[in-house]
């Protein structure tokens, strides 16, 4: 079944995030900014963070939580490294009004470098990814930049705890957790593959494996899981979703008509329908799915 077309003419659309109100936040990576997609299609700027707002999700406060990797520059609408007024990689609190507050530059005086997407655990704190952005003022000494350099992160809503939770991952993207909320799945968007993490308390980790490798020439983006632990990863450059079951195996591959496919998410009135940015062509379309997406606990209350 073809996608149903939801909005077009966004600017590298990313983190698409459902409200019961059948409205949809979209950032725009380019825009440097947030939209909110009216059921009826209609877009409005909501929120003017600035850099490059790029993951993004609803808190049990019911503010939306953004990870902002701080801007790119681009070439032929595809980004290519940091903008050259890159400041800093951030997290960002927007309230309902659209105010602005950044909550995290920075974890025990290292900067912040690009951070990707986030996923909120039962406590309401979330974990995120942050990829390494290669700039100069970031504090790496020379020759440790490398593709493996990218970090997990832990912190509460407030702004007031962050911790590292894992090093040495190769570009990490998207992130989820299973439906038990006992592993942590991340996306190595270099390496091909995604990271399954052992959650041994809230924000520590244990020893990752290999949870699943994408089909050649597709690289894993940001990702979601539905309510039976299937995982839904964005294939970029390949254009389409990729399925993997509970244990990891491939079983179907959505195909897109946009090669890049950054992000999918679930939403709708039944939590069935997986809303999915085509940041090349610029759109945001809707295709439904045979299971509920998985409901995590700051969305019920959010």
Same mark, same amino acid.
């Given at each position: ?5 939801? =909005? ?25 900014? *947030? ?5 009826? &299609? ?11 707002? #790029?993951?993004? =999700?609803?808190?049990?406060?019911? =503010? $939306? ?19 050259? +007024? ?10 309902? #009004?659209?105010?602005?507050?950044? $909550? ?11 951070? #990707? ?5 039962? =406590?309401? #704190? ?14 790496? !000494? ?31 993207? &998207?992130?989820?957790? !299973? ?14 593959? $995604? %990271?399954?993490?052992?959650?041994? @308390? ?11 490798? %994408?089909?050649? &020439?597709?690289?894993? +983006?940001? %990702? ?16 389409? !979703? *990729?399925?993997?079951?509970?244990? &990891?195996?491939?079983?179907?591959? *959505? @195909? ?42 700051? +969305?019920?209350?959010?």
């Amino acid at each position: 079944m073809p996608p149903t077309i939801i =909005a077009t003419g966004l600017q590298f659309p990313e983190g698409p995030v459902w409200n019961r109100d059948g409205s949809v936040y979209v950032t725009e990576i380019r825009g440097g900014q *947030i939209r909110k997609i009216a059921p009826d &299609g209609t877009t409005s700027v909501f929120a003017r963070p600035g850099g490059g707002p #790029n993951g993004a =999700a609803l808190g049990l406060d019911g =503010a $939306l939580y953004v990870t902002n990797n701080g801007g790119f520059n681009w070439h032929n609408s595809m980004p290519i490294g940091p903008a050259l +007024d890159y400041e800093t990689g951030r997290i960002e609190r927007i309230d309902n #009004n659209g105010t602005v507050q950044r $909550l995290y530059t920075n974890c025990d005086g290292v900067p912040l470098s690009a951070p #990707n997407d986030l996923v909120f655990d039962a =406590a309401g #704190n979330f974990y995120f990814t942050d990829p390494i952005h290669r700039n100069p003022n970031l504090r790496e !000494t020379p020759g440790s930049v490398t593709k493996r350099s990218g970090k997990v992160y832990y912190a509460s809503p407030d702004g007031k705890y962050i911790r590292r939770v894992a090093t040495d991952v190769q570009h990490p993207n &998207g992130i989820g957790l !299973t439906p038990d909320g006992k592993t942590l799945i991340v996306a190595q968007t270099f390496a091909g593959n $995604l %990271l399954a993490f052992p959650i041994r @308390a809230p924000g520590e980790v244990g020893e990752a494996r290999v949870f699943g490798t %994408l089909p050649t &020439g597709y690289f894993p +983006d940001s %990702l979601c899981l539905d309510e039976a632990g299937y995982v839904l990863v964005a294939g970029i450059l390949g254009g389409g !979703t *990729i399925v993997f079951d509970p244990n &990891g195996k491939h079983v179907e591959t *959505i @195909a897109s008509e946009d090669r890049v496919v950054t992000n999918v998410a679930f939403g709708g009135p039944n939590y069935s329908t997986l809303y999915i940015t085509e940041s090349g062509l610029g759109r945001l379309v809707t295709n439904e799915w045979s299971r509920r997406g998985l409901v995590l606990e700051p +969305d019920r209350k959010g």
